[in-house]
Each structure stands twice: as C-alpha cells, then as structure tokens.
C-alpha cells in the first residue's frame, strides 16, 4: 500500500463526515484544484455515507462547504479501481509491471470514456492518486 499521510485538516473532514453520516473513512484528498474533497468510505458504509435520495452527503456538502466526492475501499486492486471510475462501466482491468513498479490498464466501453477521464481530466487524475495511495499502484491509463 502507499503511504497515506493525513493532516489535520483531512482528519477533520473525515471526522465531520463520519459524525454527519455515520459512514467511516479511511482516506481523504482535498483536491483545491477541482474545488472538492474526496473521502474513500469504508467497504459497506457508501449507502450511509449517500443517504437516501443523497441527503447524506447533500448535507455533509452544504455542512463542510466543499463538493464531496466518495469511493468505497476494496482491498482487491481490480474492484478499487472500478469503484474510482463509477459510474463508468469498466470492461476490464490488468496489472503489469514496468520498471518494477505496477501499472493498471483499465478497459472502459468507448461511450463512458469521457466519463472516465472527466473534466480537464479530473476523474483519471482521482483514480491515479487513490490507486497510489490505497494500492501501490504507480499509474492507471484507459485501454
């Protein structure tokens, strides 16, 4: 696993949120650049973390005062890495060494590919630094 260094100010997120939704997290990015704040939700808790109709993390938003953005934990690589890039379907995902570092290759239908790098590459750039940070993984590209 990368290592994961949280401050003070992403201990205080991820202990807002929890007492806001109830759901716990492991991990927080604040990303200044696309003005949001992404939490990684412990395996199980996204529906408490969503809430119903999204009241949960409506309020959680409206509370903290930045866009939260949430992907549930997995310790198989694969399956973290399709969590990263919901709600784009992924078709496949593939593990190669380069370098002596792991590279994932994710397969995306062609419909969802815009989907899956995001805005000025915002939702790739997401999966690349929580792939590092939760699984060592030195870079994600779409196949």
Do not use: W
């Amino acid at each position: 696993m990368g290592e994961i260094v949280l401050d003070e100010e992403c201990m205080g997120l991820i202990s807002q949120f929890e007492q806001l939704t109830g759901a716990g997290s492991r991990d927080c990015i604040i990303d200044t650049r696309n003005e949001r704040v992404i939490l990684v939700i412990n395996p199980g808790d996204m529906g408490r973390a969503i809430g119903k109709k999204g009241a949960s993390i409506k309020k959680a938003a409206e509370t903290l005062g930045r866009k939260i953005e949430v992907v549930e934990y997995s310790p198989d690589p694969s399956q973290f890495l399709r969590n990263c890039f919901l709600p784009a379907q992924i078709t496949s995902v593939e593990f190669e060494a380069e370098d002596g570092e792991t590279i994932a290759k994710v397969g995306v239908r062609e419909e969802d590919k815009g989907l899956a790098i995001g805005k000025e590459g915002k939702n790739i750039i997401k999966a690349k630094r929580l792939a590092q940070r939760q699984h060592n993984i030195a870079d994600v590209r779409l196949a």
